[in-house]
């Protein structure tokens, strides 16, 4: 059982009509997608306008439970609730914030300003996430990624140990732009193994975690 909260369709840079990604989604074992395109300040009600209707029709007709969300990309860390409290108000079940990986400019201080957001759910691709910023997704039960997506996963290991010493809790996601890059168990067991996590976290991470987060999304649904 596939969950993953974190994909692109072509509302952003992903290549796939949302209804495609979806149905290819549910093809591959998915029990749960989000649909979490690229947002800023300018686009965020647009974008989730198109997606909570995608994903009501997809989940009234198929067995998949397909969730309309965002992710905050770039966007100025002083602007990031702002940006958050609004895509909540229009509808995202999933908020994903685009952190500072090792691979894009992002501006320091958006993993800070991210895991501190109660609008926040998920911390993407964190890059070289400090202690510290590590220990607030803690306290505030903000999920942090390990990521499938090339060039974001260099950093899973760092990722990782940062994450299990401060007590945050993690999932894997495939940051899907086509759909080659949608999750697989054996994918899911290469990323959770080459970042060092130790099997007896797997089942935490891809099921009850996976399960904790999915839970609050589907009671954000309307």
Same mark, same amino acid.
């Given at each position: 059982?596939?969950?993953?909260?974190? +994909?692109?369709?072509?509302?952003?840079?992903?290549v796939l009509l949302p209804s495609e990604l979806i149905r290819r989604a549910?093809?591959?074992?998915?029990?749960?997608?989000?649909?979490?395109?690229?947002?800023?300040?300018?686009?965020? $009600?647009?974008?989730?306008?198109?997606?909570?209707?995608?994903?009501?029709?997809?989940?009234?007709?198929?067995?998949?439970?397909?969730?309309?969300?965002?992710?905050? +990309?770039?966007?100025?860390?002083g602007a990031i609730a702002e940006v958050a409290r609004r895509a909540r108000?229009?509808?995202?079940?999933?908020?994903?914030?685009?952190?500072?990986?090792?691979?894009?400019?992002?501006?320091?201080?958006?993993? $800070?300003?991210?895991?501190?957001?109660?609008?926040?759910?998920?911390?993407?691709?964190?890059?070289?996430?400090?202690?510290?910023?590590?220990?607030?997704?803690?306290?505030?039960?903000?999920?942090?990624?390990?990521?499938?997506?090339?060039?974001?996963?260099?950093?899973?290991?760092?990722?990782?140990?940062?994450?299990?010493?401060?007590?945050?809790?993690?999932?894997?996601?495939?940051?899907?732009?086509?759909?080659?890059?949608?999750?697989?168990?054996?994918?899911?067991?290469?990323?959770?193994?080459?970042?060092?996590?130790?099997?007896?976290?797997?089942?935490?991470? +891809?099921?009850?975690?996976?399960?904790?987060?999915?839970?609050?999304?589907?009671?954000?649904?309307?």
């Amino acid at each position: 059982m596939i969950i993953d909260f974190h +994909t692109h369709s072509f509302l952003s840079d992903g290549v796939l009509l949302p209804s495609e990604l979806i149905r290819r989604a549910y093809a591959a074992g998915y029990a749960a997608i989000g649909i979490t395109d690229h947002v800023g300040p300018g686009n965020v $009600e647009q974008v989730l306008d198109a997606l909570r209707r995608e994903c009501e029709v997809a989940r009234s007709h198929w067995p998949i439970v397909a969730l309309p969300g965002v992710e905050i +990309t770039h966007v100025p860390a002083g602007a990031i609730a702002e940006v958050a409290r609004r895509a909540r108000a229009a509808g995202a079940a999933v908020v994903v914030v685009h952190g500072e990986t090792v691979t894009e400019p992002v501006e320091p201080g958006t993993n $800070e300003a991210a895991v501190e957001c109660e609008d926040v759910d998920i911390l993407a691709h964190p890059g070289l996430i400090s202690e510290a910023d590590a220990a607030a997704a803690a306290r505030r039960g903000c999920f942090i990624e390990l990521s499938g997506r090339k060039g974001h996963a260099y950093a899973n290991g760092h990722v990782a140990h940062v994450a299990i010493t401060a007590g945050a809790r993690m999932l894997v996601n495939s940051d899907g732009h086509e759909p080659g890059d949608l999750l697989s168990d054996a994918l899911i067991n290469i990323v959770l193994r080459g970042a060092s996590v130790p099997t007896e976290l797997h089942h935490e991470v +891809t099921r009850a975690n996976a399960q904790a987060m999915l839970a609050t999304a589907i009671a954000r649904l309307r």
